[in-house]
């Protein structure tokens, strides 16, 4: 898939995400349309020769091994990112584009597994797609920079999460 000058390269290996969501790939792509005219760091993506990230559809059982891994948790979770861009990385390239480099940048990995993410909008009562799209935002911030760790952070996280979700249509997911 590409939008504009962003390769997105997806690996499906779960067929439960073609089985029960086959149009994920069209949700990414609205969901990237907002993000790149919405979030500062994302607004100069256009001045880049191109940019790429590869997105994994899969499972609990991959997505904790990954977790595993990579965080020391042994559970499955919704979404796991994998920046490949440094804050540096990210005020250079992104935000104040001092140096076009001559090749695609790469923005990082995003994998997601499909039964925590089916099991949570069943459990919070949200439509599937509107999940996943929070999820897949959620994710890109991360590859940005963003963090919910510190309050600060969370907030400034968070509002930027429901600006992007209100654009697509989808209620404030923090919302009670």
Not at 3 to 22: G, M
Not at 44 to 60: C, H, K, T, V
Not at 152 to 175: C, F, H, N, V, W
């Amino acid at each position: 898939m590409m939008l504009d000058n962003i390769d997105v390269e997806t690996s499906l290996q779960s067929a439960l995400w073609q089985d029960h969501f086959p149009e994920y790939e069209d949700h990414i792509a609205a969901c990237l349309e907002q993000f790149v005219l919405m979030v500062p760091e994302a607004r100069n993506f256009n001045r880049l020769p191109g940019l790429e990230l590869s997105i994994l559809f899969s499972d609990d059982d991959n997505i904790r091994q990954l977790n595993r891994q990579y965080r020391q948790m042994d559970k499955a979770t919704n979404v796991l990112s994998f920046p490949s861009l440094s804050g540096d990385d990210i005020d250079c390239l992104l935000i104040k584009v001092r140096m076009v480099p001559e090749f695609p940048v790469l923005l990082g990995d995003i994998a997601f597994a499909f039964e925590t993410i089916d099991r949570e909008a069943r459990t919070q009562g949200k439509k599937f797609p509107d999940h996943f799209c929070h999820l897949f935002l959620h994710a890109m911030l991360h590859l940005l920079g963003y963090d919910h760790i510190e309050p600060g952070q969370r907030g400034r996280m968070e509002t930027l999460e429901k600006k992007l979700l209100a654009k697509l249509s989808i209620d404030d997911p923090y919302q009670d």
